[in-house]
């Protein structure tokens, strides 16, 4: 028989709904359902009077507002929030994990790229831009190319326009301004770029070329603004002959054997629900935890999700250095929330609590699932290219298409995405694996789901078998299987993030 409930850890004192409960339910031992209780909610496995914890994950999640009832439903109206980690109270190094699980798979065929640290999964023409001002003749542009050029080109995946609403009306000195600077400039040096760079300009903007190129790539060769060009049609044929030129480059390229060492993956979720860190995210985890053995490099992100656990993080941090960087990460950002008058109340979002997440504590527990167990090798700022191997913790919004643009400026080759609510989300420039967290998602998006860890749930699969069927999918799709929102083409917009002023 199927599970009524799941329960993480012995000490938890609630467990949470594989499927709607209904009043009179009979779930475990004596305890019964005293209301209706929708799919992944949390339902009380014992007493509990005014003030006590609600532990999950063996966490506080919260303390009871009111008297509680086992068999009761427990939502985001029963709980006060406890206060978050202290940031000068972090303890580094207590938990590092050696044992990691063993891959049967240690390479994927994919695009060495001359002087970069990781290898491309994809070959594509990608195209920057200085300032979004160019963006509307750059599109004209890459449909005549799309159309006429690249089917003579076979080995080129696709033509890509890495555009950005950046450049200009920007205080461009402001300290704050090196997200944006730094993101964009990054996003040029993923792999799946093939090393060629093609920057299109206008010429009057702040975002001027040295600001993202290395001087000995600043050329006629690799970059050309608008206003040089004498009307619509010029500006077309100089796009149209940089682009080909670059073509006939990448059209060289092929896919050879490269070690996973070469791999870089993002790790990322959004609609998450209950189940997150319960099936899909411990399964990505798993697969985390596989390609860090085999050599690659995982990142995960998102700080506003990870910062009611970065005490776990923390622990998992080998050394100082790296533990006073995840500080600094953390503090920016709690400054950044407060100056901009919002805290951490603004997580779980509605579709969040809808899914049985009830406080930011059981979301952060749930998000911190994907990173798996291994030592934390690197903390890498929001878009900085990670010098180390393993898993890295890159410090970006949470927010699926800022998080995402960021993880490709750190050289993710391609990205696994979690969710239980359920998104289409998915990126140009890199594949992204959709992992739902419930069966009935899978049931209800057949065509966009690619995972299915609700499995997990229902007792079908392990965290084990679920997680090694991901890893060997992220292999594949390295090696250019493509996801389902590859093949639907799917393309969210790349979004720049930027804290720093606007003029
Ligand atoms: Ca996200």
Not at 52 to 73: S, T
């Amino acid at each position: 028989m199927l599970k009524h409930v799941v329960k993480m850890r012995p000490e938890d004192n609630v467990a949470i709904a594989v499927h709607d409960l209904h009043i009179g339910d009979k779930i475990t031992g004596d305890i019964v359902a005293n209301a209706e209780i929708p799919q992944a909610h949390k339902i009380a496995l014992t007493n509990l009077t005014k003030g006590q914890p609600v532990l999950r994950y063996g966490v506080i999640l919260g303390y009871a507002k009111e008297d509680i009832h086992a068999g009761d439903w427990i939502n985001e109206t029963s709980l006060e929030l406890p206060p978050s980690p202290d940031l000068s109270k972090l303890t580094y190094g207590e938990n590092i994990k050696k044992d990691l699980p063993k891959p049967d798979r240690t390479t994927f065929m994919g695009y060495e790229v001359p002087g970069n640290q990781y290898s491309g999964t994809r070959n594509i023409l990608g195209i920057q831009t200085t300032v979004q001002c160019v963006v509307g003749v750059l599109k004209v542009a890459v449909d005549q190319i799309k159309a006429e050029l690249l089917p003579k080109y076979p080995n080129v995946d696709d033509v890509v326009v890495v555009s950005h609403a950046y450049g200009c009306g920007v205080a461009i000195d402001a300290p704050e301004a090196k997200f944006p600077i730094r993101e964009i400039k990054n996003i040029m040096k993923n792999p799946n770029f093939g090393g060629q760079l093609m920057v299109i300009g206008l010429g009057c903007e702040k975002l001027t070329p040295n600001r993202i190129m290395e001087a000995e790539d600043i050329n006629d060769d690799n970059l050309l603004f608008l206003q040089n060009f004498k009307g619509f049609e010029k500006m077309i044929l100089a796009i149209r002959q940089m682009a080909e030129k670059k073509l006939a480059i990448l059209n060289t390229h092929t896919r050879t054997e490269q070690p996973l060492s070469k791999l870089s993956v993002g790790f990322q979720c959004g609609g998450s629900d209950a189940f997150s860190g319960v099936t899909g995210n411990p399964a990505a985890g798993y697969a985390s935890d596989l390609l860090v053995a085999a050599g690659g490099t995982a990142m995960f992100s998102e700080v506003t999700e990870v910062r009611d656990g970065v005490n776990f993080i923390a622990q998992r941090i080998p050394d100082q250095p790296n533990c006073n960087k995840l500080v600094k990460e953390m503090s920016w950002y709690d400054n950044y929330l407060a100056k901009g008058g919002v805290d951490r109340s603004a997580n779980p979002t509605p579709g969040n609590r809808k899914g049985g997440l009830s406080t930011i504590v059981e979301k952060s527990m749930g998000s911190i699932a994907k990173s798996g167990t291994a030592p934390i090798s690197q903390v890498v700022s929001a878009g900085e290219i990670p010098t180390k191997r393993g898993l890295i913790f890159n410090a970006t919004p949470a927010g699926d298409f800022t998080c995402g643009p960021m993880q490709l400026a750190s050289g993710m080759g391609l990205e696994v995405f979690v969710t239980g609510r359920g998104t289409p989300y998915n990126l140009e420039a890199a594949p992204v694996i959709k992992v739902c967290t419930r069966t009935d998602l899978k049931e209800f998006w057949q065509d966009l789901i690619d995972v299915n860890a609700g499995k997990i749930a229902t007792g079908e699969l392990s965290v084990k078998e679920l997680g090694t069927e991901l890893f060997n999918f992220i292999v594949d799709v390295a090696s250019g299987e493509k996801p389902a929102a590859e093949r639907l083409k799917l393309f969210n917009d790349i979004v720049i993030f930027n804290p720093a002023p606007m003029t």
